[in-house]
């Protein structure tokens, strides 16, 4: 049962949501345009703020389904394994050559699921770190982080070991973009720029 959940969870967190609704909506394919990324933030390089926010709810939907499905084939635990199997998912997707997202919205929707109120810390950190500098990367990376320590304050030890694999895994997809900000070259949103 537990590979069944895996899988499940792999296969949701597979779908890329920001390709898929790019290509419906004319913009042709997303990997050719900004930083070649398929999360939001690439998205709304295009332009279309729609498209760009359908692709934030999808992306953070499919990890909370994955929770939810995971949690109902085993009671103790599946929320939490279907969950990073959808972030990973995310972020090595099969249909993709493995090249994926860079999992924040994916691990917004895996965390509210598993515990809305440190989802909730997710999301306030990410909008207001976004409000204070203006740089994507840097509001995902701080509400990633943010997640597993609100839980170990928290007490909420069962989830612990989920969200720092996914904050862990957050930053490693990130390694571009650290580089980036300790030069002061990583682009702010809003800015044309050929990075993420």
């Known amino acids: 049962m537990p590979v069944l959940v895996m899988v499940i969870g792999y296969l949701l967190g597979s779908i890329p949501f920001g390709l898929v609704l790019t290509r419906l909506g004319g ?3 997303l990997r050719a345009i900004g930083s070649g990324n398929i999360g939001a933030t690439n998205v709304l390089r295009t332009g279309r703020k729609g498209l760009a926010a359908a692709t934030l ?15 109902h084939l085993i009671p ?7 969950g990073v199997w959808a972030f990973i998912g995310h972020l090595y997707p099969l249909w993709l050559r493995f090249m994926g997202g ?16 440190i989802g909730l810390i997710f999301a306030g950190v990410w909008i207001a770190m976004l409000a204070l500098t203006r740089i994507s990367s840097a509001s995902g990376m701080s509400a990633a982080i943010a997640a597993p320590v609100a839980a170990f304050l928290m007490g909420e030890r069962v989830i612990l070991p989920a969200l720092c694999a996914m904050a862990a895994l957050v930053l490693w997809k990130h390694r571009p973009n650290i580089a980036r900000l300790l030069n002061g070259t990583e682009p702010r949103v809003g800015k044309k720029s050929s990075a993420e």
């Open 76 to 82: 103790d635990g599946g929320a939490a394994i279907g």
């Open 27 to 29: 913009v042709g394919d």
């Open 102 to 117: 860079k999992g924040v919205a994916t691990m917004l929707g895996v965390t509210l699921a598993l515990y809305w109120p």
């Open 57 to 71: 709810l999808l992306d953070g939907a499919k990890g909370a389904a994955a929770v939810f499905i995971g949690g």
